[in-house]
């Protein structure tokens, strides 16, 4: 492995997925902003932990830390190696895995990523196959040689209301309103209605 061929994964705590390369022969963990992988959560110390790169790989240590630092759920009291997959607790918010990937990989500095596990390449999805031209509507069948093609069926006349009709029903109503309107006179206002005959001396 060459020395940039390490990081560390935020499993869970504050920005999970985020990605620290190690590159030092020394990286400090811890709170403060002069750590070199700066951990912003209340549990964990200004200066929570160290990690040493050796020749036999790198060795973490707790640097003293209030709330503890622990490897695969155990309590960290001496210098350990890490193996990769390690999963490092610092306090109980924040899981960090260790991990080793390729020289070529490390070369370039990985984003957030949603799992560190190796991301296999998708299969092309095998292609689809191409739709059955549609089949053109059938041509209208054209009459056989030496028949008479049927004239066009008459559209039959509409009935229409003549106007004299109109007429008719109109004064037929007008005739009506007007003896009702005599009979209602009549009924009740007799002298209004007779005045006029008065008049002429009726």
């Known amino acids: 492995m060459t020395p940039s ?4 994964i935020v499993r869970s705590g504050p920005n ?20 070199e992988v700066v951990i912003g959560d209340a549990e964990i110390s200004r200066q929570h932990a160290r990690l040493t790169r050796t020749p036999g790989g ?3 240590e707790d640097l003293g830390s209030t709330n503890g ?15 990769p997959g390690d999963l490092i607790a610092l306090g ?12 070529e990989a490390a070369a370039t500095v990985a984003s957030p990523v949603g799992s560190p596990a190796t991301v ?3 299969q092309a ?12 509507p059938p041509a209208a069948s054209a009459p056989p040689m030496g028949a008479i093609p049927a004239p066009p069926a008459a ?20 005739i009506l309103a007007c003896i009702g309107t005599l009979f209602f006179m009549d009924a009740f206002y007799p002298d209004v209605l007779y005045a006029p005959l008065r008049w002429f001396g009726f």
């Open 120 to 122: 296999e390449p998708q």
């Open 92 to 103: 109980e918010n924040v899981n960090l895995m260790f991990d080793a990937v390729a020289p």
């Open 58 to 60: 790198y060795v973490l």
């Open 155 to 174: 559209e039959t006349p509409r009935k229409r209301f003549g106007g004299w009709k109109l007429a008719a029903v109109g004064c037929f109503v007008l």
């Open 125 to 136: 999805a095998p292609p689809r196959k191409a739709a059955a031209p549609a089949a053109p």
């Open 69 to 83: 630092t622990f490897v695969n759920s155990e309590r960290l009291m001496a210098p350990r190696v890490l193996n």
């Open 5 to 8: 061929a390490y990081r560390m």
């Open 16 to 35: 999970p997925g985020t990605v620290f390369e190690l590159t030092r022969e020394v990286s400090t963990i811890g709170r403060d902003v002069t750590n």
